[in-house]
C-alpha cells in the first residue's frame, strides 16, 4: 500500500492473491478459537473443544486450548482434560492441570497420577492443585508424594523469595492447606517488599474476612487503594467486604467503580448487578447485565442473571430472548429446556389478544 498509495488495502490483498494464490493453509486455524475464549463469544467452548482434540494442532496451541477450556466445564471437556493430564508432551499436562484449577475439588483430584511426573514443573503444580485435600481423604503413598512435591513447590519460591509473586504463591498454598496464620504472615511480606503489589492486599483481605476480621479486611483494603486509587481489583474487594459489614450503600459504590475501571471484567459487572438488585434497583441491574452481555454474549452467569430479572420485573418476553441464547450455549439441559418451555408459556400468556373479525 505504500508503494500504491493511491489503491485500497483491499486492491492491494486482491494483487498478493493473483500472484500467490489464496490464503495459505497452516496453523492460523486456532486463532478463531483462542479469540472466541479471550472474548467470551458463544461459541468458545465448542471451538476450543476442537482445537484441544485436533493433534495436527502445535502441542502449545493444544496446551493453551486446555488451559481455556475450565471456563467451559461439560462432560466433552473433562474427557478432554483427561486425555490431556496423560499426554506424551509436558506442556499439555501442564494446560490440562490448569484447566483442573477452575473445576471443583472433585475434579481436581485427577491431578493424583502426576504427582509422580518426571517433570517438576508437573509434579509441583499437580501438588498445589491438591493442596487443599485432607490427610485423612488420601491413601498413604499419595500423601507422601504430595508432601515431597509440595516441599519442591516451597522451594521454588523460595529460591525467589525477593519476589512478592513468591510469597503470594505461598500465601495460595498455605490457605489452600488451612494454614491461615502462615498465609497472612506470606502476604505480610509481599506487601512489606511490594507496596503496590495488588494481589498480596486482596489475598490478604479475603485471610482477614474468613477469620472474622471483616474490619481490619477493609481497612486493608483502603490503604491499598491510598496506593493504587484506580485498582479495580481493590474496589471490587472492598465492595465485597462492605457488604459483609451490611454497609450496602457504600458496598455498592465500590462495585460500581470497580465494573467502571475495569468494564472488560465480565464478572465485576455481574457482582456490581446482584448488589443493585438486592437493593431493589432491578431496572438498573438489567441495564448493567445488557451491557455486560453485549461485551462478553457468551458469559452463563449474566445471561442466567438477566432472565431472572427481567422476570422479577414481570417481563417474559425478554426473559425467554435471553433463554433462548441460554439454550445455545447449553444445547440438551433439560433444565434450560425447561425453562424455554416455561417462559414461552408465559409469553403467549402475556401477549395481547387479536379481536376477532367482524
Known amino acids: 500500500n505504500k508503494c500504491h498509495a493511491d489503491q485500497s488495502t483491499e486492491w492491494a490483498a486482491d494483487q498478493v492473491e493473483t500472484w500467490y494464490g489464496g490464503p495459505a493453509e497452516g496453523f492460523e486455524h486456532y486463532a478463531p478459537a483462542l479469540h472466541a475464549a479471550r472474548a467470551q463469544l458463544p461459541e468458545a467452548g465448542r471451538l476450543l473443544q476442537q482445537i484441544a482434540a485436533d493433534a495436527g494442532q502445535p502441542v ?3 496446551a493453551t486450548a486446555l488451559q481455556a477450556l475450565g471456563a467451559y466445564p461439560d462432560a466433552a471437556m473433562l474427557a478432554l ?17 490448569e484447566a483442573l484449577q477452575s473445576l471443583g475439588q472433585g475434579q481436581r ?66 490457605a489452600d492447606q488451612g494454614r491461615y496464620q502462615d498465609a497472612e504472615l506470606a502476604y505480610r511480606k509481599a506487601i512489606k517488599l ?3 503489589f495488588i494481589p498480596a492486599y486482596v489475598n490478604l483481605a479475603q485471610i482477614l474476612s474468613q477469620r472474622g476480621r471483616e474490619k481490619e479486611a477493609g481497612g486493608l483494603l483502603g490503604q ?22 451490611k454497609r450496602s450503600d457504600e458496598a ?5 467503580e470497580a465494573a467502571a475501571l475495569a468494564p472488560e471484567n465480565t464478572r465485576y459487572g455481574y457482582v456490581y448487578a446482584v448488589a443493585l438488585q438486592s437493593s431493589g ?16 454474549p457468551g458469559d452463563i452467569d449474566t445471561l442466567s442473571a438477566l432472565i431472572a430479572y427481567h422476570r422479577e420485573a414481570g417481563e417474559p418476553k425478554p426473559a425467554l430472548g435471553y433463554a433462548r441464547k441460554l439454550e445455545q ?13 416455561a417462559l414461552e408459556a408465559a409469553t403467549e400468556r402475556t401477549a395481547p389478544s387479536t379481536p376477532e373479525s367482524p
Open 329 to 341: 450455549l447449553a444445547p440438551g439441559n433439560p433444565s434450560v429446556a425447561r425453562l424455554v418451555r
Open 81 to 97: 482434560v483427561q486425555q490431556g493430564l496423560a499426554a506424551a508432551d509436558p506442556l499439555e499436562r501442564l494446560g490440562a492441570l
Open 60 to 62: 502449545i496451541v493444544r
Open 194 to 196: 511490594q507496596r503496590r
Open 252 to 256: 455498592v459504590t465500590e462495585l460500581a
Open 109 to 174: 483430584l485427577l491431578a493424583v497420577s502426576l504427582l509422580w511426573d518426571d517433570l517438576k514443573a508437573v509434579r509441583i503444580e499437580a501438588a498445589r492443585l491438591l493442596a487443599f485435600a485432607p490427610e485423612e481423604q488420601l491413601p498413604e503413598p499419595v500423601r507422601a508424594q504430595r508432601a515431597q512435591a509440595i516441599q519442591e513447590y516451597v522451594a521454588v519460591q523460595e529460591l525467589n523469595a525477593e519476589r512478592p509473586e513468591a510469597q503470594v504463591n505461598l500465601g495460595i498454598l498455605y
Open 224 to 245: 491499598g487503594l491510598e496506593i493504587h486509587p484506580d485498582s479495580a481489583d481493590l474496589h471490587h474487594a472492598l465492595g465485597l467486604s462492605l457488604i459483609r459489614q
Open 281 to 296: 434497583k432491578v431496572a438498573e441491574a438489567i441495564a448493567v447485565l445488557e451491557a455486560v452481555h453485549q461485551r462478553r
